[in-house]
């Protein structure tokens, strides 16, 4: 498949605070595109917006908030006179049994994994329909196997897999390219809060290889920036992860039976576990929704 260069290229990052949205930005501008940074942490963000190799600008925004990604959309535009890539990045997660968990965390990962990206997607669509620019949706393993303890995390990510789709298919005669990015576990703030919950960490570790690893951020990030030149319809932040998808038909009666093993094993254990978002991120989800609108930056 044909590259498209970077260089000159206008890219919108959500959840680009940390993790894979801050490297990705990061690898982004050193290849020449002119950033935009969407998130939370405006403070992070201008201190990443500075260090950046070109031009870029931040804004805050939620991005389940249609009407703050709208004006952000019109704002990015009027800034850089044009979008050509969004990548749709933001996330969190939570775990933990289904039955005791907190129904407000739960529901808070489908609106920002699902909602959001959706949300993101209405905002910048007309300017990526303009500029026939291209869509990357950032799922994750979970949407192609489900796991027990990550119910929110496996629906959100399944949905909005089904949901980037489903644009491709809608966009593709406009000049709009859609893709799918796929990560297993990667060494970032989500996966290392969910670390900190001891039965968490070990059912991952039980895991069949290759998907009880932890896996370092760069070269995935490196993936995803390749499959953005490409204007890939897939991208795999790890190379097995493209052999999934020939299996993945049968993998629910694998895990509905495996897993009935797991739990049984861990169930004395999980009475326990903290039922919040994970990780720093989840942190600024939760604190952003306690500040008033009006105190909002």
Same mark, same amino acid.
């Given at each position: 498949m044909s590259r498209v260069s970077l260089e000159g290229q206008v890219a919108v990052v959500t959840g680009a605070a940390r993790g894979v949205g801050e490297l990705l930005a990061r690898k982004l501008s050193a290849r020449g595109a002119k950033v935009a940074l969407v998130g939370l942490e405006p /403070?992070?963000?201008?201190?990443?917006?500075?260090?950046? =190799?070109?031009?870029?600008?931040?804004?805050?925004? /939620?991005?389940? /908030? =249609? #009407?703050?990604?709208?004006?952000?959309?019109?704002?990015?535009?009027e800034h850089f006179g044009r979008v050509d890539i969004v990548v749709a990045n933001a996330g969190v997660a939570t775990g933990g049994p289904f039955v005791d968990s907190d129904p407000e965390a739960w529901r808070r990962v489908i609106e920002v994994n699902l909602i959001g990206s959706a949300v993101t997607g209405r905002a910048f669509l007309p300017a990526l329909t303009e500029s026939r620019g291209y869509l990357l949706q950032i799922a994750s393993l979970a949407a192609i196997?489900?796991? @027990?303890?990550?119910?929110?995390?496996?629906?959100?990510?399944?949905?909005? #897999?089904?949901?980037?789709?489903?644009?491709?298919?809608?966009?593709?005669?406009?000049?709009v390219r859609v893709g799918v990015a796929y990560l297993s576990w990667?060494?970032?703030?989500?996966?290392?809060?969910?670390?900190?919950? /001891?039965?968490?960490?070990?059912?991952?570790?039980?895991?069949?290889?290759?998907?009880?690893?932890?896996?370092?951020?760069? @070269?995935?990030v490196d993936r995803i920036v390749d499959g953005v030149e490409r204007r890939a319809a897939h991208v795999y932040g790890q190379w097995w992860l493209r052999g999934m998808?020939? %299996?993945?038909?049968?993998?629910?009666? %694998?895990?509905?039976?495996?897993?009935?093993?797991?739990?049984?094993?861990?169930?004395?254990?999980?009475?326990?576990?903290?039922?919040?978002?994970?990780?720093?991120?989840?942190?600024?989800?939760?604190?952003?929704?306690?500040?008033?609108?009006?105190?909002r930056r």
């Open positions: /403070d992070a963000l201008k201190q990443l917006s500075e260090r950046l =190799h070109g031009e870029s600008a931040h804004w805050h925004a /939620d991005v389940t /908030d =249609h #009407e703050a990604m709208a004006r952000v959309a019109a704002e990015v535009k196997t489900p796991a @027990p303890m990550m119910s929110a995390y496996c629906a959100s990510k399944s949905g909005v #897999e089904a949901y980037a789709h489903s644009l491709r298919a809608e966009v593709g005669h406009q000049g990667t060494d970032t703030d989500m996966v290392r809060g969910a670390d900190q919950d /001891d039965v968490m960490r070990e059912l991952r570790q039980r895991l069949p290889w290759p998907s009880n690893k932890t896996y370092p951020l760069g @070269p995935a998808q020939g %299996v993945r038909g049968y993998l629910p009666a %694998v895990i509905g039976t495996v897993g009935q093993r797991e739990m049984r094993r861990f169930a004395d254990r999980v009475s326990g576990m903290r039922i919040g978002l994970v990780g720093a991120g989840g942190a600024a989800d939760e604190q952003e929704r306690k500040v008033p609108v009006t105190h």
